[in-house]
Antibody, heavy 117, light 111 residues
Framework: QVQLVQSGAEVKKPGASVKVSCKAS????????ISWVRQAPGQGLEWMGW????????NYAQKFQGRVTMTTDTSTSTAYMELRSLRSDDTAVYYC??????????WGQGTLVTVSS | DVVMTQTPLSLSVTPGQPASISCKSS???????????LYWYLQKPGQPPQLLIY???NRFSGVPDRFSGSGSGRDFTLKISRVEAVDVGVYYC????????FGQGTRLDIK
């Protein structure tokens, strides 16, 4: 069965960077994309961007351009999302989701990133 | 960006009764390929979102047939024919014309 397993919770100081991983199993990794979506505490869902596992093409939401990098490692079927220059309002649960014909069909369990001095 | 507006923001439903959630988009999620990229998700407490409906009206694998989606243009609806206790959570609509945007969510609880 399709599974996306994300890395554990992180606590970072303002100005630092965080890199979240998302390990896929149960499907052919390179045939799908991965989107990243975040959810601040008690808030709604915010799309951050997408990466093709096939060729590494990316499409970032304008809000995160210049501060986010999404990558994949096809040898381990793992996607990564790095967010730099962290601020307190980046505190959120970060989700990866498989993209299949534009639908985000399977989601990881989420990774809580807390930014606090 | 396409703004997705959901109504109501919350609803309380007696088990066995129907429920309906509206989602209005500021622009149609109809793509030039003829498909309408409008989706519905349920986020149960403490869990990631789970896909219910894709492309307006198609139930995703394993989704009970009490869930149905409809609509066209800029107006879309998710209906639950008979609400069950397991349906509690926050429902989101989403469109995937670039950039992807979500509605603000509708919280459903049981009376």
């Amino acid at each position: 069965q399709v599974q996306l397993v994300q890395s554990g919770a992180e606590v970072k100081k303002p100005g630092a960077s965080v890199k979240v991983s998302c390990k896929a199993s149960g499907y052919s990794f390179i045939n799908y994309g991965i989107s990243w979506v975040r959810q601040a505490p008690g808030q709604g869902l915010e799309w951050m961007g997408w990466i093709s596992a096939y060729n590494g093409n990316t499409n970032y939401a304008q809000k995160f351009q210049g501060r986010v990098t999404m990558t994949t490692d096809t040898s381990t079927s793992t996607a990564y999302m790095e967010l730099r220059s962290l601020r307190s309002d980046d505190t959120a649960v970060y989700y990866c989701a498989r993209v299949h014909y534009r639908k985000l069909d399977y989601w990881g369990q989420g990774t809580l990133v807390t930014v606090s001095s | 960006d396409v703004v997705m507006t959901q109504t109501p923001l919350s609803l309380s439903v007696t088990p066995g009764q129907p429920a309906s959630i509206s989602c209005k988009s500021s622009q149609s999620p109809l793509h030039s390929d003829g498909r309408t990229y409008l989706y519905w998700y349920l986020q149960k407490p403490g869990q990631p979102p789970q896909l219910l409906i894709y492309e307006v009206s198609n139930r995703f694998s394993g989704v009970p047939d009490r869930f149905s989606g409809s609509g066209s243009g800029r107006d879309f609806t998710l209906k639950i024919s008979r609400v069950e206790a397991v349906d509690v959570g926050v429902y989101y609509c989403m469109q995937t014309l670039q950039p992807i945007t979500f509605g603000q969510g509708t919280r459903l609880d049981i009376k």
